[in-house]
């Protein structure tokens, strides 16, 4: 493998967003096929969360931007757009990684002015997707959360997690640490299709028996729902059938909300995949990115007797509202309040 063309002084045409956050050089490799990653030395690694973004913490550290994982739905895709990338292929293929990021994070939270807020990490992009099995900056990113006595929460889909579950556990018996899973899609063809780079159901269930194991807490985030795709009471049924006998301690269920260039990116793939359902979705998101009431009632009542069943209702939330203002999903599925 040559690195001649990776060095830092090579001009490899870096796009002037990337140059805007402290672009240091982009890296290829044969293991990571078809993904580009482009370093940068962050300037800041706590990230406060605006007050009319109405969400349960204050504070976000985020490791990566652009996201593997590939989920055709991300709510995250349009903050590529500001790095002169495009929502689509670019951001799940050119992912921004802050290399510098722990060592910023201790520096930070050594401030005599910080509060030991709770930190949310997965709030925009993964932290456990493929690139973190790369870089590992989360185990930097815990220790100094914990070193400094400050809470935090984690959601993820990647599996990767299970690496750090002895750094996880030890941490919680120090500072409050909340661990959460997203899993909305249980049948294995249609999760290929629309989360082509995360791991499988069958694994996400692995993790949150894994996390449970440890002795944490492990709630998961059924969402989004998919309309007409994820949201009969077949498939609701035995999915939180499948959480339950993992072992979570609690469920988080939304529908699907598109906002931004994501619902264009969306609907490209529904014309793809399945183009009869496209005029039900204009249809049901013509007045915006939010499900209508009338849709998100019929949710409503239609998961609730199921968390019932299946004995997750000591720590359940289901989504009968329109989100907030910043996409919903971000937000870490534990310490989102009890909503009905």
Known sequence: MRWDGQGVGVDDGALPGLARIGFVRSVRT???????????LCKSALNKVPNAAMLPFRWT??????????????????????????????????????TNVVEVLRRELARRSWRRETVALGTNTDPYQRAEGRYALMPGIISALADSGTPFSILTKGTLLRRDLPLIADAARHVEVSVAVSLAIGDPQLHRDVEPGTPSPQARLGLISAIRDAGL??????????????????????????????GATGVTVFGLHLRGSTRGWFLQWL???????????????????????DYRKMLHDRVTPLVRKHGLMR??????????????????????????
């Open 30 to 40: 044969p293991q990571f096929e078809g993904i580009t990653f482009h370093e940068v």
């Open 61 to 98: 550290v985020n490791g990566y931007r652009g996201c593997s994982h590939a989920c055709r739905y991300c709510f995250a895709r349009p903050t590529h757009e500001y790095l002169d990338l495009d929502c689509g292929a670019d951001f799940d293929s050119q992912v921004v990684v802050k």
């Open 217 to 246: 807490g492990c709630h998961v985030m059924v969402a989004p729902v998919l309309p007409y795709l994820t949201d009969s009471v077949a498939h609701l049924d035995g999915l939180l059938g499948d959480i339950a006998a993992a």
């Open 271 to 293: 014309q793809q995949s399945h183009p009869q359902l496209v005029p039900r979705y204009r249809e049901l998101y013509r007045r915006g990115a939010y499900l209508p009431a």
């Open 315 to 340: 720590d359940h939330r289901v989504r009968a509202e329109e989100p907030a203002p910043v996409a919903a999903a971000a937000a870490p599925a534990a310490l989102q309040p009890t909503l009905f």
